[in-house]
């Protein structure tokens, strides 16, 4: 099996094409922190000017960076950011790329995933699914999702699909590694209907039963089920509650594991998320973005069935 450097350097130089000449940043924390350092080495090797910044763990996904961490973001060429809580949708990572930086966030990656799984993918595949999929999202006015005989219907009007290939190589590019999604922010008060959540949840973990979610004019109303008392968060103020995103995994070596880095990658599955999506075209800014993953849905885009029972069909 490769060493972490090693794989390390495949992802550097694969997906985030780095350069000898350019300041490599890592951002980590305490629990990924040999993840973040096998990265700072390997950007050492390649020859770049690298830089390790390790901080305590957030205590929720979106929550800030300190300020020194996101100064530094500011001055870097390509940033990877291997931490426990994600730091995909804060401002600090917004800004980085607006200043056009190159980011590529890890959040919750395991060294058991850094060898196997989504990141082991041929991205070539994975970038053409996905960039298909994206402008399918951004054409679309409404979507549909058909869960276990529940509808669910989001608002697509007026905004752009995201692609999250795991491929970053031009300035201001910027997702998740390993990726493979295609996703939107619905119109905030755009979503109404019911699904069940059942592969995993953002605060939980794999479920052991579904999650029966209801909402109304893209508040979330209800969620309930096994493990549903751990997500009190959502409920906190109105912004957590919010519909915040649509997502399409397209990354075919994804495996369900109970973490959402991996999880919403899964092939063939659709994801809803609260709170935040100010970073993707959205308007709500929160106190969090906590993703759900639904498998085996069954997808409209203005009535055109893409994806039937897990399955893709266009």
């Known amino acids: 099996m490769k060493s972490l450097v090693e794989i390390s350097k495949n ?3 694969d ?4 350069k000898k000449d350019e300041t490599l940043l890592v951002i980590t924390d305490t629990l990924k922190y040999e993840i973040g350092k096998a990265l700072y080495e390997a ?8 830089l390790l910044m390790s901080m305590q763990v957030r205590s929720v996904s979106g929550e800030e960076p300190p300020a020194a961490v996101a100064n530094a ?12 809580e994600s730091l995909t949708h804060t401002n600090a990572k917004i800004q980085a790329v607006k200043n056009g930086a190159r980011v590529g966030t890890m959040p919750g990656i395991t060294e058991e995933m850094f060898t196997k799984g989504a990141i082991t993918a041929d991205f070539k595949e994975v970038e053409k699914r996905t960039l298909e999929l994206t402008q399918m999202l951004t054409d679309a006015k409404e979507a549909v999702i058909e869960k276990d005989g529940l509808l669910m219907k989001l608002n697509l009007q007026n ?3 995201v692609p999250s290939t795991g491929v970053y190589k031009n300035s201001g590019n910027s997702g998740n590694l390993p990726s493979g999604e295609a996703y939107i922010a619905p119109q905030e008060d755009g979503c109404n209907g019911e699904t069940r959540i059942d592969g995993s949840m953002v605060g939980v973990g794999t ?3 579904s999650l029966h979610v209801t909402v109304k004019n893209g508040q979330l109303q209800t969620i309930t089920g096994p493990g549903s008392e ?15 995103e649509l997502g399409i995994g397209t990354n075919e070596k994804a495996l369900l594991c109970g973490n959402t880095l991996e999880d919403e990658k899964v092939y063939g599955t659709v994801h809803i998320a609260f709170g935040t999506n100010s970073s993707f075209g959205g308007t709500n800014k929160a106190d969090c973005h906590m993703d759900g993953i639904i498998l085996k849905p069954t997808l409209y885009l203005d009535g055109k069935k893409i994806i039937e029972q897990g399955e893709f069909v266009y």
């Open 11 to 13: 992802i550097l130089t």
């Open 15 to 18: 997906c985030m094409g780095l």
């Open 43 to 50: 950007g050492l090797e390649l020859g770049c000017e690298s």
């Open 73 to 84: 973001m500011l001055g870097a060429d390509v940033i990877v950011c291997p931490t426990e």
């Open 159 to 161: 905004r752009e699909g």
């Open 207 to 209: 479920l052991t039963g």
């Open 230 to 244: 751990e997500l009190d968060i959502l409920f906190a103020k109105p912004e957590n509650g919010i519909v915040a």
